[in-house]
């Protein structure tokens, strides 16, 4: 083989243009937006009355609809998890109330600016999209549930009782609806207004002002702002967030070192290209010092 | 090269030990099909905290790992021109191709949508941030590669010998004409592939080490690094001669040939080397991050750890560091197996054991369905290995014994 044929594989190589393309994609699509829409969950509001679960079935069509089976609240000491039937789910914590009561704390896809579902999925079947929710195209999906490995707040769940179409299920931001300019179902029916939507920008101006204006009321601390790289949805709290469900994690998007890794592995092309050059260059010169070997013993 | 002449095995399909085979093969292909039919649900252990399972860390993990023999042996030959090596480079490539082949089949399984399995390959869902989008990719082209390598083999043993039956033998010269054809042209382009088999299994071999790399806050840090993307490929560079040895010494057990101590012993050589700078990396990736605390602990985590590390890497690497030992038949297998094992361990370690859900509620263990569809998986592929090298030319046998088979069946041949 003469080096002008490496040269000319490496060129047209479609091999090492199809692994290229992860330099292309970079953090495309997962650009954190200041118009991006949020939800600010204040839980020393929130009276765990369980209608957003309710609304949220009967925004998605989710198969429990009947008002009654949300009346009883000692499910939510349960600590349950959103699951393929329910997107979201309260659970109670202890909020160091006066009154011996617990708080409460709704639980559903974080909808992540930089989420490690959308970075894991590897046929874009789950995107960020600009006005804030990660939404999910089954029909693109394959199963391979990656972004559930993949997911910090443990979220996305799966349909693994669905023998054919199974889907992964998760909070949808009501995508739909916001497009329609409504609010998600689960604000809209909040009798407490413990759920805040509007523009993120805005919402975490709200929660400081909050915390400032009652200092007594709120740890100093808005999770969701900085967490995993920030998140659409944020929380307030009466106590510190170590304390709550919530998992402790820095500002640092979790995609971030994968992403790294792979980009660095196939920027431009080079490190394969490069790899493949030295290998072919080795194969040819080797050779030559090597004369009387048979030539035809390729591939054998 | 006399020592070189590769040809069919002539041997009984069926033994004792192929008809159990068989039989867990048989299990197997039962639950696969109620699999396809029940869904993973009725099937698997897996659920919403543990996505994955035993057929992800063995069937995927495990089989590429293992089939590593492939691109460590073609290298060695083909592009370091250790001609010594060249008669195991078709079993290593007949172990890789059929391991790649039932890492997709294993795969199908575990997916839930298999029918999509294809999607990565159309370019408007191409997703460039996911590790597993490079996995998937890599591995698609390099089993066509992989095939792509065998024709040469394929068509060694038709060509000259095409006779279709009856009215079909008019295609005769056609096919013969198309096979001589194939040969030649892609005798011409052949380096390319086997260089490009390289590169591809060098980038896949390490991605499936960048997987887990995305869930920080769920991985034990004994296993939770960086570096995983060089250890994986290390590994899998250092498994490669182990299958090889491996294989061959339980090839030659099976039909009764002399193993061919010369060639795999000086394949053994490479093994330390490789195991050193592999276990070195480990260690140094250890202590910079501070994780050798958790060795310590007492943890099943940290024992799965000494068992990987001490029975896998360094207990092999010893043994084979001896001359002796590596011209010993019993030692040589014995050493291979530690480290098939230990990498083994480690895919699973990574995959299973260093997997801890944020809200676990129990610990994941295989359902006796998954046990069954993987123990299925590991026989048909024995059985698939064994059935190709009696129809293909691919194990090589001494000068003495070639002769001999042939002249037992021609002798067949004139009785009937
Ligand atoms: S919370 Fe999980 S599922 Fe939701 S966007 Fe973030 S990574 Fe994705
Ligand atoms: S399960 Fe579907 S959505 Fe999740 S990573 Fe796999 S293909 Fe993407």
Known sequence: MKRRDILKLAGAGGVLLLSGTAAAGDTQGMASNDDALGVLVDTTVCIGC?????????ANALSSRDSKAFEDKSVCRKQRRPVDDAFTVVNAFDGRRSDGEPSYMKIQCMHCFKPACVSACLVGALRKTPEGPVTYDSWKCMGCRYCMVACPFQIPAYEYSDPLTPRVRKCTFCAERLGEGKKPACVEICPNE????????DLVMLA???????????VDHVYGENEAGGTSWMYLSPVDFTKTELPALNSRPIPEITETIQHGVFRWFVPPVLLYGILGLSMISMKTGDQDKKEDDNGA | MAHDVAAPVQAPFFTTGTRILAAIAGIGIAVYIFRLIAGLGMVTNLDNQYPWGLWIAIDVACGVALAAGGFTTAALVHIFHQEKYHPVVRPAL????LGYTFVVIGLLADLGRYYNVWHPMIPFMWQGNSVLFEVGICVMIYLTVLYIEFVPIATERFKGRVHLLGRLSVFDRLIEWAITLADKTLGRVMSLFIIAGVVLSCLHQSSLGTLMVIAPTKMHPLWYTPMSPLLFLLSAIAVGFPMVIFESILASRSFKLKPELDIL?????FIPVILGLYLSVKIIDLILRGAWVYLFDGSPASLMYFLELGGGVLLPLIILMIPKARGSVGWLFTAAALVIGGVALNRINVFLVAYTPL?????YFPSPFEIALTAGLIALLVLAY?????IFPVIALPAGVRPMVVENKNKALAGA
């Not at chain 1, 413990?194 to 920008?201: P, V, Y």
């Not at chain 2, 012993?265 to 050589?269: I, K």
């Open chain 2, 359 to 363: 809200y676990a509620t129990k610990t």
């Open chain 2, 386 to 390: 064994r059935a190709a090298v009696m």
């Open chain 1, 194 to 201: 413990a759920l805040t939507f509007g523009k993120r920008r």
């Open chain 2, 265 to 269: 012993s000086g394949l053994a050589r």
């Open chain 1, 50 to 58: 369980r209608k957003c679960e309710w609304a949220c079935n009967q």
């Open chain 1, 208 to 218: 400081y002002s909050r915390i400032r204006q009652f200092p007594d009321r709120y």
């Open chain 2, 94 to 97: 007949l172990t890789a191709l």
